[in-house]
């Protein structure tokens, strides 16, 4: 294939990715209802946006549990992969293939588990439940982008720290942690993409009067899609956007972690 069949192929596939989304921007600004014919500029719908509460309320709910979970989710997972990576050999790859099977679990099963065991503790549905299922599904995936990057590091490192005379927990903040950091950084940030998005879990364990993004745009489907969702669709992807900006730019910089 030559070069430019490559490239080609290469623009055809992030077209293909990126189109829906450059759609939804452009309609976000659209002074009509309708999606599919453009009637003019407007920010309408943004201020239409800053003006609905239950939008609002549903945003404060989305944002918040994915905020706690990612940062309970990273303080677990980080021990946890810490914890695993002195067992022997047999039992860290116990460990690792029960963390992958719950990866490969389908949503809908981790969904109907979690209802089934709020249900057998008589633990009310609402945004305790939310929370707990948000971190626990979180957990693995931040596992799988720190271990790799644990598992680089040379075993000397710590070692040597402590023979210099650092105690457990001076190697574990100034040599491990920081060793870690692209890896944390990288599965917190994951965790709070998959939190942000999800539906399957929160429509399961969310019990009546509490609502997230995702859940909100699924009732309004029945019915149609209000334009103020394409605003706050805009808005949650420029976010995110910048968010991802932030979190690499050391690397776009050439500054590499070593």
Do not use: C
Not at 73 to 98: D, K, P
């Amino acid at each position: 294939m030559s070069k430019g069949l490559r490239r080609l192929f290469l623009f055809l596939i992030y077209a293909f990715l990126y189109a829906p989304i450059l759609v939804l921007i452009v309609f976000s600004f659209n002074e009509g209802q309708t999606r599919g014919a453009w009637e003019g500029f407007s920010l309408h719908w943004y201020a239409s946006l800053m003006e609905n509460e239950a939008i609002l309320n549903a945003l404060k709910n989305t944002v918040s549990v994915a905020i706690l979970a990612t940062l309970i989710g990273t303080v677990v997972a980080t021990l946890g992969v810490l914890g695993v990576h002195y067992f022997s050999r047999r039992h860290r790859t116990e460990m690792q293939l029960i963390n992958q099977v719950i990866i490969l679990n389908p949503d809908i099963v981790t969904a109907i588990g979690f209802m089934a065991l709020y249900g057998f503790f008589q633990l009310t549905p609402g945004y305790g439940t939310i929370l707990l299922s948000h971190i626990a599904f979180e957990i693995p995936y931040i596992v799988l982008s720190i271990m790799p990057r644990l598992q680089q590091m040379p075993p000397e490192l710590a070692e040597a720290a402590m023979d210099l005379g650092a105690t457990p927990w001076q190697t574990l903040r100034y040599v491990i942690l920081p060793f870690l950091k692209s890896g944390i950084l990288s599965g917190a940030l994951m965790g709070f993409t998959m939190s942000i998005d999800d539906f399957v879990i929160t429509f399961f364990n969310a019990g009546n009067g509490v609502e997230t993004v995702s859940t909100m745009v699924y009732s309004m489907a029945r019915r149609g899609i209000n334009p103020e969702v394409n605003a706050l669709s805009t808005l949650m992807f420029v976010a995110m956007f910048i968010l991802l900006l932030a979190m690499n730019w050391r690397t776009l910089h050439g500054k590499e972690d070593v």
